[in-house]
């Protein structure tokens, strides 16, 4: 016969957390495979990429929901859903402002323009065999050139694979897939059909029921930078970069200050003049300016 009072038993929360995240890295390692370069290779890496991530991210999303759920409570469980970040290895961005394109700096320097209702998720770090984005809804990407590592953009039904370029793409419920290329040159692959296409500067392809179908364009339908540009706290640095690249041609903005060039901030900018816009960061910022030639300098008053 038990004596005394018999102690409750109650989940260690902390602990199985601990213990799923060990698992899931383990689990991770052990799939992980060695890519080599060339075509065939790389486009294996990304169908087993698809494979081994989609079920990953719905368990742990399932499982964090749980946990929050019984450790904080309905409160804090709106405030995790809304965090940008929905694992440790993985960044989600969402772009909600009307009329504006929101600048994502990728890893290695890469830049994406995330149009309005755009959903665009990319890894912390890009390793070491491949650099690799997941887009839903429309975005313009300007990729760092790498002949070593080639940098992918997953949509619902066709993968594009690039090595240094710039282009538009979009993939949402409206348009299940339409490709320009401004720069470059770009292999787009069907994924339902394996059908792959190589996609030139001043091209256009869209997906149709038999497939992809390629076009010519007027260069002028990839215009797109005289679009609005948020920027959601990134360096002073990053934006006067990504400034530079879309005003090509006209003046060039430079940072006279090392400090000031770490400087984070948040606003929004119209893409017309290297003037106009180093103009709007002197007065938002309180900064002063000079011109000399061709470009515009920028430091602390």
Same mark, same amino acid.
């Given at each position: 016969?038990?004596?005394?009072?018999?102690?409750?038993?109650?989940?260690? &929360?902390?602990?199985?957390?601990?213990?799923?995240?060990?698992?899931?890295?383990?689990?991770?390692?052990?799939?992980?495979?060695?890519?080599?370069?060339?075509?065939?290779?790389?486009?294996?890496?990304?169908?087993?990429?698809?494979?081994?991530?989609?079920?990953?991210?719905?368990?742990?999303?399932?499982?964090?929901?749980?946990?929050?759920?019984?450790?904080?409570?309905? @409160?804090?469980?709106?405030?995790?859903?809304?965090?940008?970040?929905?694992?440790?290895?993985?960044?989600?961005?969402?772009?909600?402002?009307?009329?504006?394109?929101?600048?994502?700096?990728?890893?290695?320097?890469?830049?994406?323009?995330?149009?309005?209702?755009?959903?665009?998720?990319?890894?912390?770090?890009?390793?070491?065999?491949?650099?690799? &984005?997941?887009?839903?809804?429309?975005?313009?990407?300007? &990729?760092?050139?790498?002949?070593?590592?080639?940098?992918?953009?997953?949509?619902?039904?066709?993968?594009?694979? &690039?090595?240094?370029?710039?282009?538009?793409?979009?993939?949402?419920?409206?348009?299940?897939?339409?490709?320009?290329?401004?720069?470059?040159?770009?292999?787009?692959?069907?994924?339902?059909?394996?059908?792959?296409?190589?996609?030139?500067?001043?091209?256009?392809?869209?997906?149709?029921?038999?497939?992809?179908?390629?076009?010519?364009?007027?260069?002028?339908?990839?215009?797109?930078?005289?679009?609005?540009?948020?920027?959601?706290?990134?360096?002073?640095?990053?934006?006067?970069?990504?400034?530079?690249?879309?005003?090509?041609?006209?003046?060039? %903005?430079?940072?006279?200050?090392?400090?000031?060039?770490?400087?984070? %901030?948040? @606003?929004?900018?119209?893409?017309?003049?290297?003037?106009?816009?180093?103009?709007?960061?002197?007065?938002?910022?309180?900064?002063?300016?000079?011109?000399?030639?061709?470009?515009?300098?920028?430091?602390?008053?």
């Amino acid at each position: 016969m038990k004596s005394g009072i018999e102690k409750k038993w109650e989940p260690n &929360v902390e602990l199985a957390w601990k213990d799923f995240l060990s698992r899931a890295e383990l689990e991770t390692l052990i799939q992980t495979e060695e890519v080599e370069a060339g075509d065939k290779e790389s486009t294996a890496a990304i169908k087993s990429r698809r494979k081994r991530f989609a079920p990953w991210i719905c368990s742990a999303t399932t499982i964090c929901i749980i946990v929050c759920i019984l450790s904080f409570g309905s @409160l804090d469980l709106f405030k995790f859903l809304g965090t940008p970040s929905f694992s440790d290895e993985l960044i989600t961005r969402y772009n909600e402002r009307e009329g504006e394109a929101l600048a994502v700096i990728l890893p290695d320097g890469s830049m994406a323009f995330l149009f309005e209702g755009g959903l665009l998720t990319h890894p912390c770090s890009f390793q070491r065999n491949e650099r690799w &984005v997941i887009l839903e809804g429309e975005a313009f990407f300007d &990729v760092v050139e790498d002949d070593n590592l080639i940098f992918v953009v997953e949509t619902k039904f066709v993968d594009i694979e &690039v090595v240094g370029t710039s282009f538009l793409v979009r993939s949402d419920s409206i348009c299940p897939f339409e490709l320009t290329v401004q720069s470059g040159r770009v292999r787009a692959t069907f994924i339902n059909e394996d059908q792959e296409i190589i996609v030139e500067e001043g091209e256009n392809v869209f997906l149709l029921d038999n497939g992809l179908q390629k076009s010519d364009i007027d260069c002028f339908q990839v215009n797109w930078n005289s679009k609005k540009i948020f920027f959601n706290g990134e360096s002073l640095e990053q934006i006067v970069r990504v400034v530079n690249e879309s005003i090509r041609g006209d003046k060039q %903005i430079f940072i006279e200050d090392d400090y000031l060039k770490q400087r984070v %901030i948040t @606003l929004s900018l119209f893409i017309e003049s290297s003037e106009s816009i180093a103009n709007n960061l002197c007065n938002t910022l309180n900064l002063e300016q000079s011109i000399y030639e061709d470009v515009i300098y920028l430091s602390s008053k």
